[in-house]
């Protein structure tokens, strides 16, 4: 789940990312990965006071627990320079922060930095914020002394911007040699608000100021030099970005170099100008010319979402409602409407209303998103609104439809390429169910959790066996809520038979000492299981590169590898 939520926040979709932390948190409450990672992505979506409560949250669940390592976005099965406690205390004085809240930020960064110890690019982040957090707090003799370990010949793997803003801090590169050294968006937005803040904290507010607004005319509004140039500006009183002229020069660009190279990234400039200061019309339209001109690259419902989230948190929850209408007026597009709602999340109701009457007028099963989909995210948006009764009503409406819909595709012969969606229709009916027996937990309807744990595995039998484990996790759940070890030990034996994790051998041992069993022979039965449940591979061909088959005994001879990869369908 974490990756996911990762990979989905790195795509753009941080909305549908928030999503799944959440799920995340349902599912493992004291897992503070989950926590870590919503927290980071509130402060995406420039919701402080959430990621302050979340990533508060972690620090909690993470006291007195050993640290670990965390994986990279880009490679999952290659550790990054992070781990786990630095990336928690990171984040959350990031949080304090980018409200201005220095005084707040300063121990936490102090705790970072310890955490950072031992780890050049963990030391190399740490310094740049307590640094800056300090030169806020006009305390410049105690930042100085930050920059005394930071050296030349440092090990830095991921963090060579703040690496660079440290050596400028220290007078060994200059502002120029930052601002020229560009990079992607993310790197540059980091270098220059590093001078920018420089510029401001030395008393050089007119040049700072000029650097915050050229920072948020960037392509990408994620960076945490971004989200910071942004704060910045909305804190200095006399510095209103103009945006309307900003919109205005971006427009007249595009229309006076309609075959510049750079004519995307302006596009996405301008898209970004709009959702901070132009009226919904206006925006709406632009993100309708940004799809028209560059389909394959662009998303109007990913255009629309991220634009809109940077709209309501700038112009408030009132210029949102009127935004949403505008939508609920035009908009002709379920998929673009589902978007909103995820992006507007008070308006959520009225939106997915009118995506729900345009999808009834045009369904089939390969319509996206589904009658049933959308359906589903209305159930899931009254709830949120405290609308429960109607939302439990339309819940079991929406399983119904979706079970009546699969016994009559199920019933097609064999070849009907109408049957190509039933393993789709069949995981969605999974994760309502699985969705349904969270809602019992949460009302302490324990036994009828349990019930729709059931439906939900039935459901999803044909799943790859990596997911099977959610079924005897989400059953463990329940029964340490019900305060049955015993049955909770059980189900988190199945899970290490399909899973071996370290996190999971951990809990066996202490539930097998808490109910009298010996930790070893519960591990010993789920080697067991596993053993029992393993799979045949069928006989499959070594080939190199090139081609040519080769044997086994043939690749380890002579020493000529050393690591085989082998990838089996699932």
Known sequence: MIRLGRSAAVGG???????????????????????????????????????????????????????????????????????????????????????????????????????????????????????????RLGRADEAAKVLEPIVPGMKIKDDQQYYDRLFMYKGLKTPDDLLRAGGDPVSAATLAYGVANWHLYNGRKDEAKALFENIITGPNWMPFGFIAAEAELARMTDAR?????????LQQFIKDNPTSPKLETVYSSLLSAAARDADPDTLLAIADEVEARFPESH???????????????VKGETAAKALAQKLIETETNPGVLLSAA???????????????????????????PTLEDLTWAYVEALDRAGRRDESARLQKEVVEYSRKRIAELDALPKDDPARSSLPLLRASLANRYFTLARQAVSARQYERALEYVKLSEESDANSPLEFATRYDEQRAAIYAAMKRPDL??????????????????????????????KPEEMLQRARDIRARSARPVAGFELKTVDGPPLSLASLTSKNKVTLFTFFFPT
């Not at 970005?241 to 900003?246: D, H, I, Q, R």
């Not at 995820?342 to 996206?368: G, H, M, N, Q, Y």
């Open 342 to 368: 995820k992006a507007l999340p008070a308006e959520s109701p009225r939106l997915l209303e009118k995506a729900i009457a345009l999808r009834r007028t045009v369904d089939s099963a390969t319509a996206f």
């Open 299 to 313: 998303s109007r419902a990913n255009d629309v979402t991220n634009a809109m989230t940077t709209f309501r948190q």
């Open 13 to 135: 979709h941080v909305r549908d990312a928030l999503e799944v932390f959440t799920s995340g948190i349902g599912k493992f409450p004291a897992d503070a990965r989950f926590y870590r990672h919503r927290g980071h992505r509130y402060v995406t979506v420039r919701e402080f006071d959430k990621a302050i409560a979340d990533l508060t949250k972690a620090s909690q669940l993470i006291a007195g627990k050993p640290d670990e390592p965390e994986p990279s976005t880009a490679d999952p099965s290659v550790m990054s320079s992070e781990t786990l406690h630095y990336a928690i205390y990171y984040h959350l004085g990031l949080a304090h922060y980018l409200k201005g809240d220095f005084a707040r930020a300063l121990p936490v960064y102090r705790q970072c930095l310890a955490v950072a110890k031992g780890n050049d690019d963990q030391t190399a982040g740490a310094s740049d914020w307590l640094y800056m957090t300090l030169r």
């Open 488 to 517: 909770e030990l059980e189900s988190w034996v199945k899970v290490f038979a399909n899973c071996m994790e370290i996190r999971t051998r951990d809990r066996i041992r202490e539930l097998a000492v808490r109910v009298g069993r």
């Open 241 to 249: 970005v103009n945006e309307p002229s900003l919109v205005a020069r």
